[in-house]
């Protein structure tokens, strides 16, 4: 009988933190609401931008489900259903979830406004 290489752990979501695409700041903040925008401000720079994501594949592993991001806090929306429900999964850079639909996704940046 083969031995499990590893566990059939599930993943652990943490929220989005993202820095300016121009001064490298983390102190970012989601300045709008999903029934607007994405816009995102940079408390450093002042720079503005938008979150997007892209479909990357799909997550088969199981997953807790976080709260939802505090206000204020980086938001992007899933590039396959549209709810502003993605996180960042721990332990996998540059690798994304969306809560409701399971998707995997990247995350980029988009309408980069220096101040
Ligand atoms: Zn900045
Ligand atoms: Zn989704």
Same mark, same amino acid.
């Given at each position: 009988?083969a031995?499990?290489?590893?566990?059939?752990?599930?993943?652990?979501?943490?929220?989005?933190?993202?820095?300016?695409p121009?001064?490298s700041?983390?102190?970012?903040?989601?300045?709008?609401n999903?029934?607007?925008?994405?816009?995102?401000?940079?408390?450093?720079c002042?720079?503005t931008?938008e979150l997007?994501t892209?479909r990357a594949g799909?997550?088969?592993?199981d997953?807790?489900?976080?709260?939802?991001p !505090? =206000?204020?806090?980086?938001t +992007?929306? @899933?590039?396959?259903?549209?709810?502003?429900?993605?996180?960042? #999964?721990?332990?996998? !850079? =540059?690798?994304?979830v969306? +809560?409701? @639909?399971?998707?995997?996704l990247?995350?980029e940046?988009t309408? #980069?406004?220096p101040?």
């Amino acid at each position: 009988m083969a031995a499990l290489g590893h566990s059939l752990g599930s993943m652990t979501l943490k929220p989005i933190s993202v820095a300016c695409p121009q001064c490298s700041s983390t102190e970012v903040y989601y300045s709008c609401n999903p029934s607007c925008c994405y816009n995102h401000v940079c408390n450093k720079c002042y720079t503005t931008f938008e979150l997007e994501t892209a479909r990357a594949g799909e997550v088969t592993e199981d997953f807790a489900v976080p709260p939802d991001p !505090e =206000s204020g806090a980086p938001t +992007a929306p @899933c590039a396959r259903c549209q709810e502003p429900r993605v996180f960042a #999964i721990e332990a996998q !850079e =540059s690798r994304y979830v969306c +809560a409701a @639909c399971k998707a995997l996704l990247t995350l980029e940046f988009t309408e #980069i406004a220096p101040a």
